[in-house]
Every structure is written in structure tokens, then in C-alpha cells.
């Protein structure tokens, strides 16, 4: 396969099917690299051999009862492997038709037939998921989509993200290696396809019903009237109110530090976040002091505990022990892996506590190979559908669409990068356009030299982000 994809790579150099440069894409953004394989057609043995390859991918796939090609590029590719592979074709019409049936899928197929998506190039993603919600409505069962270039920009999560297997044969950074090996580009134009492949990251999609309210177009103010956990409301119209959407990680191990830091912070963030088992002098003084700057300056404090066990433990683990956490966090957050009965045990320990509560839920983990996926993902959305408890999940991307829940993304810092031990950041322009409401800073502040510089510049750069995400 390896040498097969070489070979193919110089073909589509050789026909201009890859192009560097300065262009522009049909949405409207710069790329110095320009993939358009619609020429293929003008050579039918290149068009032969990259149907025979990515057809390949699918070769372990016996029960494949229908193929779709995205039109159009793809079309020609999907008619090929439906001829040499002896299984029908369906065509998704862009508009269905003013006359006639008004179909919008061409072809023979029956309900829960199985059908595998053909795609030349991915980008956010867009074009598949809006087939695949298509061959859906119509009672198709689609598993995969096969691709023949990935662009690496966030597509392939927000295809897995909708629950569909992807497979590509290339990706662009794949691509370009074949490229240089084979002389046919200069290291520099690698260099610069990598800086752009690292700064530009698509807009993130889902399957989402088009017609239900739009969550990252709705303003905080608007979204809290839709909430219906109160601490939700509460933190939507308090982010309106103060222009943020900074959540504050204080992962100090002082009581005293993270009081300092916090009457710095506290005009400017909507909810400050610690850790309070790594608290080396905690007491309930400290509790005191956190809650009266919380009243003052407006904003939730949150213990992320990531409760993880049975309903009847966590009961006990939020309501009892040296921190009685139940008694003061507004906010908590909790692992969806017991299932149902952990929200059950949480909502237990409330019992005696008047004021307000909320949970989010760690629906997906920034750390590098993090196990939160496809449907573990799903189970824990589904969970918070149940449940008056959730204010909002803990994930990196817009996997959710209920506008009166709240997306916490941690992970956030001025420059992409990583740490020694896992963890992966973005900048907030990118959290924010993957949809991140609350963005958790941690290191990015507490380890600055200037605290309260680093807290307004997150904070303005954040409230940017979403400003444009609201108006475009
Ligand atoms: O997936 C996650 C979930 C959480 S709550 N990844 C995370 O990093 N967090 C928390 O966010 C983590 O426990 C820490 O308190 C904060 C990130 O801190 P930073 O210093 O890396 O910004």
C-alpha cells in the first residue's frame, strides 16, 4: 500500500490535482496548499488506480449493502468502485427536486441498509455529516466514510464525533512527506503547509438538527432564559453581565496563594476552579474567605472533584468527610463512567443544602490519548438529557447543541503547546470557535509573572472569540 501511495501521490502532483501557492478556499480562507481532484476524470487510469486503493480501505467490510459519493468530485470515484465492486450507488441530490419525486437520495435502496460515504477531500467535515444526516432520515444505517485526502483540520474529529468510522488515505502532512521524499517539493513549502495546518483548525460540526436553536449563535443572555439547571441561568447571565468567559483553574497548594490570587481574579472571572485535596492548609476559614470574594465579585466557585463511584459513595464524598464539599462548591464536576446512579448520589447529598447546585459532567478530557470517545461521549450527552443536576460538560469540542448547557474547555493557553505529563492546549481563539462557553485557564495565569496582565489579556481574547462567533 505504502509504495502504491507514493506512486499515486507524484500522479496527482504530476495532473495538478496538488497545487502550492496562495489560495483561497470556497469559504473564503487562505491555503498555501490547494487540493482539487476534480481533474481526475481527465485521466482515467489515475481515476482507476485511487478507486481501486481507497476501496481498499474498505476491503475487511463485507455487508457494505450501498455506496454514496459526496458529490461531485467524488461521484466518479463512488460510480467506478460501485462497478468494480458489484454494489449499488446512491446519489444525494444537493436540492431535491421541484418536479417529480422529490427525492433527495437517487437510487434503490431498503430501511437499515448499510451504506459507506465516498469523499475526495476533508476539511471541517461538513459536507459527509450533512449526507450522512440525509441518507439517515432515510433509514440508511451509515458506518464509514472513506477519504482520500484528510486535511487535518478538524474534520475527521467532528465525522468521529457523529459516531461515523473515517478512513483516509491520505493526510496532508502524509502527503507532503511522500512529496519531499520524491523531490517534488522544497522543505520550506513543508514547512509552510505545517505552520498552517497548526494555526488553522475548521469549524467544528455536528449532525445537529438544522432547525433547533444554535447554541454557539445564541447570546449568554438569551441561552440562560433556555437553561434549565439554575446555576446554568445563573453563569450564562453572570458571563453576560461581566464579559467574561474565564474559569479560573487555581491549582495552588497554599490556602492563603489562592486567596491572594483570587482577590486579584475575581472582578474579571466567572467561576474559579480548584482542586481542594491538593490544599496543604485547608480549613474552613479559607472556605469563609473564598465565598465572601465570590459574593463580592460575582462569580461560582467550583471543586473539580471528578467524582467517579458508585451513587452511594459520592453521596458520601460530597456531603460528609474533612471538606463537605456540598455545603459550599456551587459547582462541581463528575466522570459519567458509573452511569445514571452517580447523578442519583450527587442529588442525594443535597438533601439539606437550600442554595442552587450544578454538575458538569467530563464528557471528553483534554489529556493526550484521553479514552473519552465516540460513545462513551454519546452515553454521557444522553445522561445529562435526564437530568435538572447538569449544568454543562467538560469537552473539547461542540459535541452538544442544548443551548441552556454550558461547554468547559480546559486546555487553554496564549500559544498552543503541551505539557510533560499529557496535558494538550489551545489558544482561545480556537476553543472558543470549537465552542468552549467557560474557558479553564490554570497555568497559563498562575505561573505568570504578571498575574493580572495574563488574566485581562484571556479574558479579552476570549470575549473577542465569541463576540465574532455570535455575529458570523
Ligand atoms: O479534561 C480535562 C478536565 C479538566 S477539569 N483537562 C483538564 O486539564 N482539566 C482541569 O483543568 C485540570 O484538572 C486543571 O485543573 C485545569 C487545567 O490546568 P492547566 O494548568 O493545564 O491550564
Known amino acids: 500500500m505504502d509504495k502504491q501511495l507514493k506512486e499515486l ?109 465516498i469523499e475526495d477531500v476533508v476539511t471541517s467535515g461538513s459536507s459527509i455529516l450533512e449526507t450522512v444526516r440525509d441518507l439517515q432520515n432515510e433509514g440508511l444505517n451509515v458506518t464509514k466514510a472513506l477519504v482520500i485526502m484528510d ?123 480548584i482542586h481542594v485535596d491538593i490544599i496543604e492548609d485547608f480549613n474552613q476559614t479559607f472556605i469563609q474567605k473564598l465565598k465572601q470574594l465570590s459574593e463580592k465579585h460575582r462569580f461560582l466557585i467550583m471543586e473539580d472533584r471528578k467524582f467517579g463511584d458508585i451513587g452511594n459513595t459520592v453521596s458520601l464524598q460530597y456531603e460528609k468527610g474533612l471538606y463537605k464539599i456540598a455545603e459550599w462548591a456551587d459547582l462541581i464536576t463528575a466522570h459519567p463512567v458509573p452511569g445514571a446512579g452517580i447523578l442519583d448520589g450527587l442529588k442525594n447529598a443535597l438533601k439539606n443544602i437550600s442554595g442552587d447546585r450544578g454538575v458538569f459532567l467530563i464528557t471528553e478530557m483534554s489529556s493526550q490519548g484521553a479514552l473519552t470517545r465516540e460513545n462513551y461521549i454519546k452515553e454521557s450527552l444522553a445522561l445529562s438529557k435526564d437530568s435538572d443536576l447538569i449544568t454543562g460538560h467538560v469537552c473539547q469540542s461542540n459535541i452538544f447543541s442544548d443551548p441552556g448547557l454550558i461547554q468547559l474547555t480546559p486546555g487553554v493557553k496564549l500559544a498552543k503547546a503541551s505539557d510533560a505529563l499529557g496535558q494538550q492546549y489551545n489558544t482561545p481563539e480556537v476553543v472558543v470557535s470549537a465552542g468552549a462557553d467557560l474557558a479553564v485557564v490554570g497555568r497559563g495565569i498562575t505561573e505568570s509573572p504578571d498575574k493580572i496582565s495574563s488574566i485581562l489579556k484571556y479574558k479579552t481574547q476570549l470575549w473577542a472569540a465569541y463576540k465574532n462567533r455570535i455575529s458570523s
Open 151 to 273: 486535511r487535518q483540520q478538524g474534520g475527521r474529529k467532528n465525522i468521529e464525533n457523529s459516531g461515523i468510522q473515517m478512513q483516509s488515505l491520505y493526510t496532508l502532512s502524509q502527503l507532503m512527506d511522500y512529496l519531499l521524499e520524491a523531490k517534488k517539493v522544497t522543505a520550506e513549502t513543508v514547512q509552510t503547509v505545517t505552520t498552517y495546518l497548526s494555526e488553522n483548525v475548521a469549524p467544528v460540526k455536528t449532525l445537529e438538527d438544522e432547525s433547533a436553536p444554535k447554541r454557539l449563535k445564541l447570546d449568554f443572555a438569551e441561552r440562560s432564559k433556555l437553561a434549565i439547571n439554575p446555576l446554568a441561568a445563573k453563569l450564562l447571565n453572570l458571563m453576560s453581565q461581566k464579559e467574561t468567559m474565564l474559569c479560573l483553574a487555581a491549582d495552588l497548594t497554599s490556602a492563603q496563594d489562592i486567596i491572594d490570587l483570587t482577590e486579584i481574579a475575581g472582578p474579571h472571572i466567572a467561576v474559579l476552579k
Open 9 to 117: 501521490a507524484i500522479d496527482l502532483f504530476e495532473i495538478n490535482a496538488v497545487k502550492f501557492g496562495d489560495f483561497v478556499t470556497k469559504v473564503g480562507l487562505k491555503t498555501p496548499v490547494y487540493v482539487d481532484l476534480r481533474m481526475i476524470i481527465a485521466y482515467p487510469k489515475i481515476l482507476r488506480k485511487i478507486s481501486k486503493i481507497l476501496w481498499a480501505l474498505a476491503e475487511d467490510d463485507k455487508d457494505v449493502d450501498q455506496i454514496c459519493g459526496v458529490p461531485y468530485t467524488a461521484l466518479p470515484i463512488a460510480s467506478v468502485i460501485s462497478v468494480e465492486s458489484d454494489i449499488p450507488m446512491l446519489i444525494r441530490r444537493k436540492e431535491a427536486k421541484a418536479y417529480g419525486t422529490k427525492k433527495l437520495i437517487e437510487g434503490s435502496f431498503k430501511q437499515g441498509d448499510t451504506c459507506v460515504i
